[in-house]
Structure formats: structure tokens, C-alpha cells
Nanobody, 119 residues
Framework: QVQLVESGGGLVQAGGSLRLSCAAS???????????TGWYRQAPGKQRDLVAR???????NYADSVKGRFSISRDAAQNTLYLQMNSLKPEDTAVYFC??????????WGKGTLVTVSS
């Protein structure tokens, strides 16, 4: 099993920055099976949308709404995923979820961390 725990959320003014972290733990065999990691977010009354993703090979994808402002990175040695969020906008307000998936179709989710961006 894999457990994901997000941290780093909070309240920030528009234009500010936050860095989210996602710490993964669990059995080595499960951790080794992870090929895709990333971040989704869900605003009140909205669907959960992909924010950014990174593969174990370092290939990244970003939602158009965050390109140029957010940066995803991964510290494989520490089993930690990061999301650097710059130039935050009120529309970035959401619960951010850490995600991990395997090629076998097993998916893991954290419980989320709330990011609130005030205008």
C-alpha cells in the first residue's frame, strides 16, 4: 500500500507563492510501482482537475491555467512530490490533492490540502 500526505496549503494573497509537498510512504514494492505522480485540485462545486503531473522519467504536464506559474518536481530519494505555486490567483483556490498512479492502473490519493488565495 501507498499513503500520500499533502502539506503546505494555507492562505495567501494574490500574487504570492506557496509550495506544496506530498510525502509518500508504504511498502517498497508499491512505491517502486509508481510511474505517474502529480497534483489535482478541486474547487468548491467543481470537478477535480489535473494541475500538473510528472513521470518517473521527468516528463511533465501542466494545465493551461497554471503554465508558467506552477512547477512540479519530485525528489525520488525522499519519496516526496512538490508543487511550487507562484503568482497565485484567487481562481487557484481549491483543495489540492496529491496523486500517484501505476501502469497497472492502481491509483493513490492524498486527503488534500486547502489553498486559499485572497484577492
Amino acid at each position: 500500500q501507498v499513503q500520500l500526505v499533502e502539506s503546505g496549503g494555507g492562505l495567501v494573497q494574490a500574487g504570492g507563492s506557496l509550495r506544496l509537498s506530498c510525502a509518500a510512504s508504504g511498502s517498497i514494492v508499491y512505491l517502486a510501482s509508481i510511474k505517474f505522480t502529480g497534483w489535482y485540485r478541486q474547487a468548491p462545486g467543481k470537478q477535480r482537475d489535473l494541475v500538473a503531473r510528472i513521470t518517473t522519467g521527468g516528463i511533465t504536464n501542466y494545465a493551461d491555467s497554471v503554465k508558467g506559474r506552477f512547477s512540479i518536481s519530485r525528489d525520488a530519494a525522499q519519496n516526496t512530490l512538490y508543487l511550487q505555486m507562484n503568482s497565485l490567483k484567487p481562481e487557484d483556490t481549491a483543495v489540492y490533492f496529491c496523486y500517484a498512479g501505476t501502469d497497472a492502473g492502481v491509483y493513490y490519493w492524498g486527503k488534500g490540502t486547502l489553498v486559499t488565495v485572497s484577492s
